[in-house]
């Protein structure tokens, strides 16, 4: 998936993340951000792989997601592996 179309993705999930009353206060409450952070931190790709790594940990959080914005269930993953970060994960 080429950068620039997974940050498009990274975008729907933020939207879709900060527009969610259950879940922002959670993803809030993990990276111990404020709604401020939200709109200061929208721009860079690490925090937007942040948000996308929140979401793909729970299957009906991709469920919701990709429903609400129209994707397949495996391109918010695909998409946090197209933005920084990815290349340093290490299953042990």
């Known amino acids: 998936?080429?950068?620039?179309?997974?940050?498009?993705?990274a975008y729907q999930a933020l939207g879709w993340l900060a527009g969610n009353e259950e879940l922002c206060p959670i993803f809030?409450?993990?990276?111990?951000?404020?709604v401020e952070d939200l709109q200061e931190s929208a721009?860079?790709?690490?925090f937007l792989a942040s948000v996308?790594?929140?979401i793909t940990m729970d299957d009906q959080w991709v469920i919701a997601f990709?429903?609400?914005a129209g994707l397949t269930y495996d391109q918010p993953l695909q998409a946090r592996y197209a933005l920084?970060?990815?290349?340093?994960?290490q299953w042990t």
């Open 43 to 46: 721009t860079d790709p690490a």
């Open 66 to 68: 990709c429903d609400t």
């Open 1 to 9: 998936m080429h950068r620039e179309h997974a940050q498009t993705i």
């Open 28 to 34: 809030l409450g993990s990276t111990g951000g404020s």
């Open 52 to 54: 996308l790594e929140f």
């Open 84 to 89: 920084p970060g990815a290349e340093n994960v």
